[in-house]
């Protein structure tokens, strides 16, 4: 049996909450029980249903972090955590026989540090970092005027670092310039292809065609821009809906534009939903959209092609990695409502693209993006540093 200290399993660990990083991490330890993987695991905040045999978690936080949060408790909440993960961790390391530390999530370039490799309080185990991602739209001002901080304590971590883990082959290239090319696996998120697969018995559909977005409400997402291209849409044609999942301080703002666009009765706000009941709502979809304006990776994108739906995002970041343009999804310029439409539009008029796009985005996320495939990935590092 080989022990690993995951120093942190994103802010939330869970098994059934709308949580992309916890629900990646709880699955990941699922998966990775059958390679014989015994895990301590901590997290601020522990929603655990279903608990796993090989997962111990250890809660490290009494703040909830939300994307939206205010700088106050924003800030609070990282200082709690890092230092009381650190605590625990230390206690961990000298109370069990631990071969491998791994801090998991959150794992972001020039922000995400370790203080047990910067203090090198890792007593020589294997350290391994990831998966790390990278913002590709500009950061809060807060954020700005730590960086110079910040980008030197994650220096300092990642040259401590024994293995990285970067979640596309776009942050490789940025921490190719750091790091030698051997530190670094590339190893994106993965998606249960078992519970996220096409249904086609799915009920309650009540339009004959459906968009969906699911994400978390602030402007990073770009929510804003597919709401506005509905108004375009709905001036063509009346038989398409827009459904959003999520919640998020933008909201009010989401549902004044649709008030004053006119288009409220073609747009539901279906606000919170539990991971478990995601497959429903892919399912019922025609068309997956994420109009983002800079997503290091995007897992609702896989979620909904795991299920045989073709997505529209944005070409940059993560989506542009991840779709093959024509073949699983159209890629289209961020924050341009009116081509966004038109894709929409193109798409919804060709029900032989529709099908064939579904299908080979099925294909490709059972080939690249299965959850026991990133296992597997995962087995072939840690086998490599013990």
Do not use: W
Not at 80 to 94: D, G, K, P
């Amino acid at each position: 049996m080989t022990r690993i200290l995951v120093t942190s399993a994103s802010y939330l660990l869970t098994d059934h909450l709308l949580s992309s990083e916890g629900v990646f991490c709880y699955q990941l330890f699922r998966e990775l029980g059958a390679f014989g993987y015994q895990f301590d695991a901590i997290s601020a905040k522990i929603e655990i249903k279903r608990p796993l045999k090989n997962l111990t978690p250890h809660k490290a936080g009494t703040f909830r972090l939300e994307p939206t949060s205010d700088p106050v408790r924003k800030y609070i909440t990282h200082i709690e955590f890092i230092f009381r993960s650190f605590a625990r961790s230390m206690r961990i390391l000298r109370g069990k026989s631990v071969d491998i530390i791994h801090h998991m999530l959150p794992a972001v370039y020039n922000q995400t540090f370790s203080l047990l490799a910067i203090l090198k309080r890792t007593g020589g185990r294997p350290f391994v970092m990831g998966p790390l991602s990278a913002h590709i739209h500009p950061r809060p001002l807060d954020e700005r005027i730590l960086q110079p901080i910040t980008s030197k304590l994650h220096k300092k971590t990642i040259e401590e670092c024994t293995k990285i883990i970067t979640i596309t082959n776009q942050v490789k290239k940025i921490y190719s310039q750091i790091v030698s090319k051997d530190k670094i696996h590339v190893i994106p998120f993965g998606v249960d292809t078992e519970a996220f697969k096409p249904n086609k018995t799915v009920f309650g559909r009540k339009h004959q065609y459906e968009i969906l977005f699911v994400g978390s409400l602030y402007r990073l997402k770009g929510c804003e821009h597919l709401i506005k291209a509905m108004k375009y849409i709905t001036q063509k044609r009346g038989d398409v809906i827009l459904r959003i999942v999520g919640v998020g301080r933008d909201m009010p703002n989401l549902m004044e534009i649709c008030n004053t666009l006119k288009i409220r009765d073609f747009v539901f706000f279906e606000g919170f939903i539990s991971y478990n009941e995601m497959p429903r709502y892919y399912n019922r979809c025609d068309i997956f959209c994420l109009p983002t304006l800079g997503e290091p990776f995007g897992k609702s994108i896989i979620e909904a092609m795991a299920c045989g739906k073709p997505v529209i995002a944005s070409n940059i970041g993560g989506p542009a990695e991840i779709i093959e343009d024509g073949k699983t999804g159209l890629l289209v310029p961020p924050a341009q409502p009116k081509i966004l439409a038109e894709k929409i539009l193109t798409l919804l008029e060709d029900e032989q693209a529709l099908k064939r796009m579904g299908e080979n985005a099925r294909r490709t996320a059972l080939k690249k993006y299965s959850i026991k495939r990133i296992a597997e990935e995962y087995h072939k590092l840690y086998k490599s540093l013990i």
